[in-house]
Antibody, heavy 122, light 108 residues
């Protein structure tokens, strides 16, 4: 069974930094792209970033480009999201989700983790 | 950037059929995926590539996609179908995934 477990969410001040992690199990991690999707309180889903298997290609939403960096560690089956220059509008539950292919193309997300809450506030 | 538009809400009585639309410019040329999200839970994929069902999703869930509109159809609606539903595509031009705004399905 595929399992995804996010961690690292916290309360952080505007302008601060945070690193989220997603521990994956139950599948060959290096063979699949991985993604981050967020959901602001009471709002809809917003794709944030994707990374190909083995990490050769990365993709970002315009809203986070230049501030967030996605990475992965194949040796311990973990996906990361490094978030800098955080803003109030980055407040959301962040989900990691497995992709359909090794690269982030024609992507859908299945399954999803349970999410980790990031709150940006002073 | 590519925009997907969904109605904010749809309602249906148990046993009836619910249809949720997702509009986008020439969306028929793209593969559309659908998710449901029950209150307080993570989203779950219910259809991919317009009309294919992942394992475990009942046949009551079906989909179509043509022109500027994709449609998720839920037949014989049950109380457990009450959730928010999101459509999603991959926009190759911008190399980004795009979600619709979501539709709240209320079972009357």
């Amino acid at each position: 069974e595929v399992q995804l477990l996010e961690s690292g969410g916290d309360l952080v001040q505007p302008g601060g930094s945070l690193r989220l992690s997603c521990a994956a199990s139950g599948f060959t991690f290096s063979s699949y792209a991985m993604n981050w999707v967020r959901q602001a309180p009471g709002k809809g889903l917003e794709w944030v970033s994707g990374i190909s298997g083995a990490g050769s290609r990365t993709y970002y939403a315009n809203s986070v480009k230049g501030r967030f960096t996605v990475s992965r560690d194949e040796s311990n089956n973990t996906l990361y999201l490094h978030m800098n220059s955080l803003r109030a509008e980055d407040t959301a539950v962040y989900y990691c989700a497995k992709g359909r292919f090794i690269d982030v193309v024609e992507e859908y997300f299945d399954p999803w983790g349970q999410g980790t809450l990031v709150t940006v506030s002073s | 950037s590519y925009v997907l538009t969904q109605p904010p809400s749809v309602s249906a009585a148990p046993g009836q059929t619910a249809r949720i639309t997702c509009e986008g410019n020439n969306i028929g040329s793209k593969s559309v995926h659908w998710y449901h999200q029950r209150a307080g839970q993570a989203p779950v994929l219910v259809l991919y590539d317009d009309s294919d069902r992942p394992s475990g999703i009942p046949e009551r869930f079906s989909g179509s996609n043509s022109g500027n509109t994709a449609t998720l159809t839920i037949s014989r609606v049950e109380d457990g179908d009450e959730a928010d539903y999101y459509c999603q595509v991959w926009d190759g031009t911008s190399a980004q995934a795009v979600f619709g705004g979501g539709t709240q399905l209320t079972v009357l």
